[in-house]
Structures are given as structure tokens and as C-alpha cells.
């Protein structure tokens, strides 16, 4: 009981520094370009230390799959919500496997902790 | 007259009474807050440690779950600093990931059951709550040398990877 009251006022009273990247299983739908395919993924900074976050697409692997937007690096500012879509090539769609979001540091000057979160696509 | 016109009014009112649906969906989400800034002490000359017997602070990073068994978290330490003064030498790295704190007591088996290889350590986010994972770190210079003066940092990586 006492540990479900903790955890309900962790999670009402907000998060002091929070990195959040859903959904936990994306999936891709057809897009407006032929042999491309999208899913959309949203990103929530609440990392008042960190501003630019990198995406990457990988097969189970972790090997690079080609995506776009080809700016893999976004700005988001401490406390904005970012909806970020993610096209790949229809032939890529059977060897994705995850979509990651990952904190980065500009010119770091004190010890960090870098946060990375995988979803994983719905095949 | 108005009696019955209130009646009407009422009947009226519960023949199209509908029932009104809350929608709601829970989704597996994982959240990782970064808790504690790691310091790293300096026991001897040639020796960085974040080891409180060694004057430093181990840096602590909480992970929120909403559904269990969705996630695992997988901690890198460092093996390389991401900014230091110039260095001559090899720089020998040690490092480890445990459970600090958890809101479940089953979480407690998360160390029992953490896959550790090279600096890497991973545990199975099996129940839905929050966990806080501290991270040890100890970077020794290569020849019994003498860190050069300056600052130093290092970077953890906590991912948490769907499954």
C-alpha cells in the first residue's frame, strides 16, 4: 500500500528531469509516397539539462536503417512535447525493429547522465 | 395542470437518457529520470572513483514503468572521459549498475537476476512502478601515474529498450 501511494505521487507530482519517447510499440502505415512508409513517435523533455535529442531507426542488430526526416537531431525545449514522423522504404519494413530517441550533450562540463529509449515497431 | 406537465417533463427526460462512455487506454511507457549527477572522488593520485568510501557521489537514475514486463533497462558506465585534460596514458575503467531504491519490494530481485557484460548491466523491468539504479565508476590511470590536474567527466548511458 505504501509503495502504490509512493508510486501514485511520483507519478502525479511530475517529473524534476524526464526523458519520455512513445509509443512503446509503434507501428507503420502507408504514407502519401509510394514505397514509403510512417509512424509517428512523440518525444517529452523534461530535462531542463538537455535540449538536442538524436533519432535513430535500427534493425534487432542495432544496425543503422535509412529514415526520414534525414535531420536526425532535434531541439526541444525543457517542457515541449515534440511529434516527430519517421518514414522508411517498404522494403526496409521487415528488418526495422527499433526507434530510438537519445539525449544529447552540448559541450557537457560536469558529469551526466545520458538517457536513450528504444521503442519497438509492431510487425 | 403543472403537476402533470412536470411528470411529462420528466418522463420525457429519461426516455432519452443515454449512457455517456469514458474511453480510456493504458499504454506500456517508459520514463528515465535522471536522479542524481555522479561525482567522482579522488582517493589516491592516480585513482577517480564516485565510490562514497572514496569521496565521491554515485549517480543515480530512476526508471518509471507504467505496465510491467514491457521494458528492460540496460546501464552502460563510462570507458572513456567525455572531457578531461590531456592525457599520456591508458586509462583502466571499472564499473558496475545496482538497485537503490524501489517502489515494489519484488524489484529488489532485479539485482539477483541483472545480465552484466563488459561495462554494460541489464535488468528486466518485470513490475510496473519505479526503480533507482546507481551506477559505481572508477577510472585508474595507466602506470601508477598521477592524473594530470583539471576536470574530468564522464557520461552514463541508461537506455530502456522495449521488448
Known sequence: M?????????LVSGYASAHSWTPTYPSFTTS?????VKTTMTLWNKRPD????????????????????????????????????????TQDLARVTYICSRSLFINSEQNAILSRICSKVQQ | MFRILLAATFLS??????NVPINGTVEGNCIVVPDTSGVYGN???GTLSTASTDGGVLPVVRYDVILADYYKAVITTPTSFSNSPSLSDTVAWTGSA??????????????????????????????????????????VYGGSKPFPGGNYTAIVEANCIAK
Do not use: C
Request: hydrophobic residues 40%.
Open chain 2, 98 to 139: 545496482g538497485v537503490h531504491e524501489v517502489s515494489d519490494a519484488g524489484m529488489s530481485a532485479y539485482d539477483t537476476n541483472k545480465v552484466e557484460y563488459n561495462s554494460t548491466t541489464e535488468f528486466d523491468l518485470t513490475i510496473a512502478g519505479s526503480v533507482w539504479f546507481e551506477m559505481e565508476s572508477q577510472a
Open chain 1, 32 to 36: 502519401h509516397v509510394e514505397g514509403v
Open chain 2, 43 to 45: 582517493p589516491s593520485a
Open chain 2, 13 to 18: 427526460a429519461s426516455a432519452i437518457a443515454e
Open chain 1, 2 to 10: 505504501r509503495n502504490s501511494i509512493l508510486f501514485l505521487l511520483i
Open chain 1, 50 to 89: 538537455v535540449e538536442y535529442y538524436a533519432i535513430d531507426v535500427t534493425d534487432t542488430e542495432g544496425n543503422p536503417l535509412t529514415f526520414a526526416p534525414f535531420d536526425k537531431v532535434y531541439r526541444v525545449a525543457y517542457l515541449q512535447k515534440e511529434t516527430i514522423d519517421i518514414f522508411i522504404r
